[in-house]
């Protein structure tokens, strides 16, 4: 089974509007973090929640963890077209931090 | 601000050679993860050292091997390459062990791994 799988795999949206990305998983996690890549390149950090944090911002970020549900969310607000590129979760555990399929985000100018 | 150095940055071998990957953590970062990413797979753990010592271990073929060194740098050494194993690797470096506390890793900008 897969840890951190990602809902919807593809987004397509309008510079202006917000981008919601949904993730679940299936282990205990002692945290989750979500990352942005864009083609072919390096993960980039982007916003870590523990997991006894419920939602959590950072600039146009919105990171929400529900652990009763297992589900995590990740709201951009007023997207930018450089916010096109792949999103992914990640659940932290120990000296592991496993990734879940990418989101693929396009935003058209 | 210094980041996550890996070396090369492409690299392209043949079936059955050996190629070893280099990755420089960020100063004094004492952990340092390896992860592949396959063409639109996401990132698959290999491993990861933590003061020197291997910490934990993922699904790394028996054909590739890793260390970390005193200077805290890791070298993932793959042997017998396949064409399976073209790929992009990454490398990740954090302070304090694991992200059971939450501590934030920085990754690399990866080493593009293709076996003709």
């Known amino acids: 089974s897969q840890q951190g799988e990602e809902d919807p795999q593809a987004l397509s949206i309008q510079e202006g509007e917000n981008a919601t990305m949904n993730c679940s998983y299936k282990?205990?996690?002692?945290?989750l973090q979500w990352y942005r890549q864009n083609s072919g390149r390096g993960l980039v950090h982007l916003i870590l929640i523990r997991s006894n944090e419920r939602e959590k911002h950072s600039g146009r970020l919105r990171v929400t963890l529900d652990t009763s549900k297992k589900s995590s969310s990740l709201l951009i607000t007023a997207s930018r077209a450089a916010d096109t590129a792949s999103y992914f979760c990640?659940?932290?555990?120990?000296?592991?931090?496993?990734f879940g399929k990418g989101i693929t985000l396009s935003v058209r100018p | 601000a210094a980041g996550v150095i890996q070396s090369p940055r492409h690299l392209i071998k043949e079936k059955r050679e050996t190629a070893t990957l280099k990755c420089y953590p960020i100063?004094?970062?004492?952990?340092v993860y390896w992860y592949q990413q396959g063409p639109g797979q996401d990132p698959q753990f290999l491993i990861s050292?933590?003061?020197?010592?291997?910490?934990d271990k993922g699904s790394i073929p028996d054909r590739f091997s890793a260390q970390q060194f005193s200077d805290y740098h890791s070298e993932l050494n793959m042997s017998s390459l396949e064409l399976g194993d073209s790929a992009l690797y990454f490398c990740a470096s954090s302070l304090g062990g694991g992200w059971s506390g939450g501590a934030e890793a920085f990754f690399g900008q990866g080493t593009r791994l293709t076996v003709v």
């Open positions: 990640a659940t932290g555990a120990n000296s592991k931090l496993t």
């Open positions: 282990t205990s996690i002692n945290n």
């Open positions: 100063p004094r970062h004492d952990t």
């Open positions: 050292f933590y003061e020197k010592m291997q910490s």
